[in-house]
């Protein structure tokens, strides 16, 4: 089923009389990053994905993002569908989107997933780096970008043993809009460090991550899972930063053991 809040695509499978979750994507992907999930819990679970502004089918507007514009759109598409206490599930820019939602709007949910994250802001050379992709972007569109940065997300085994699906998920991805991907950066170049709220997180919390993520490596997200009180940390194998896409069995294990805890 899709629907529109605030000009944001959703799209939702399941009965909505179950447990919701809402699936928060990374960056610069869409909704589709969460297929296999949402096929493993849409029985059990009332699973909903969405299409940040300006990526997959929502529209671009004015480009002009911040993560607290996309926490906005979160509790919108929260109130639009009477959600009551959904868990919340996010993969790296879903999941500083999520962060700062749980910070802001806690009582609003029943648990939080936390997948290939971190709490901290960019530091400078990681802001220099937003940057840099930022002229690239307005330079030469967003083809050579989207490609060089999707390639580095995704762990060598899954890249070399699924070279075909891979490619795929980068043709696919690589006719994103340059002034959506741009307005993201800039956002998240911009984005409030939540690293204090960790250790006042009162619901229950996973944490998972990739043994090959190179983005947001094991040990630094072991270190955040370690600040949130009795947060389970789990580490999927055989994955790089897209988890639910390299090995969706594992992460769909560790999400379904997760939920039937609750």
Known sequence: MELSANNIMIFTNGSNKNIPIIFVHGFPYDHTMWEKTVDALKDNYYCVTYDIRGLGQSPTGSGQYTIESFVDDLETIIDELKLKKPVLCGLSMGGYISLRAVERMEEKFAAVILCDTKPEADDNITKLKRAAGVKLLYENGAEEFIRAFVKNCFGTKYSEAQKSEYM???????????VAVSGCLIAMAARTDTTEALGKIKIPTLVICGEDDR????AIMKQMAEKIKEAKFVLIPDAGHMTPIENPVEFNKAVTEFLEDL
């Open 215 to 218: 983005l947001t490596p094991p």
């Open 168 to 178: 795929k998920i980068e043709d696919y991805f690589a006719k994103g809009s340059p």
